[in-house]
């Protein structure tokens, strides 16, 4: 089973950027598909965005549609999460997870069975 591990997180004024970073041990063409979570404090996890690891789809959410982008480089088993114009309510806890079945559409967050440790990403006002 593929390991995952974030990075890239940290503090920044609103409408900054960060990219965050999200490694996997093997092959993460191994996996279906790859998906951005995000909890704050005191609220449910929320997924964010999600890409087919072994084509070009993607799906972003609502939420962060026009800010954040989702894409992947097969040759260094990364999936990365571009983020844009922050705003103070994006400040989570982003993890990175995998989902090792076909058996679910790209919009659907459920399924994602292999998760990293996260990463916190903190916007101030």
């Known amino acids: 089973q593929v390991q995952l591990v974030e990075s890239g997180g940290g503090s920044v004024q609103a409408g900054g950027s960060l990219r965050l970073s999200c490694a996997g041990s093997?092959?993460?063409?191994?996996?279906?598909?790859m998906a951005w979570f995000r909890q704050a404090p005191g609220k449910e996890r929320e997924g964010v965005a999600a890409i087919y690891t072994g084509g070009s789809s993607t799906y972003v959410a609502d939420s962060v549609k026009g800010r954040f982008t989702i894409f992947q480089d097969n040759a260094k088993n990364k999936v990365y999460l571009q983020m844009n114009s922050l705003k103070p309510e994006d400040t989570a806890m982003y993890y990175c997870?995998?989902?090792?079945?076909?058996?679910?559409?790209?919009?659907?967050?459920?399924?994602?069975?292999?998760w990293g440790q996260g990463t916190q990403v903190t916007v101030s006002s």
């Open positions: 997870a995998a989902r090792e079945s076909w058996r679910w559409a790209l919009t659907s967050w459920v399924g994602y069975n292999v």
């Open positions: 093997e092959d993460i063409a191994k996996t279906y598909s």
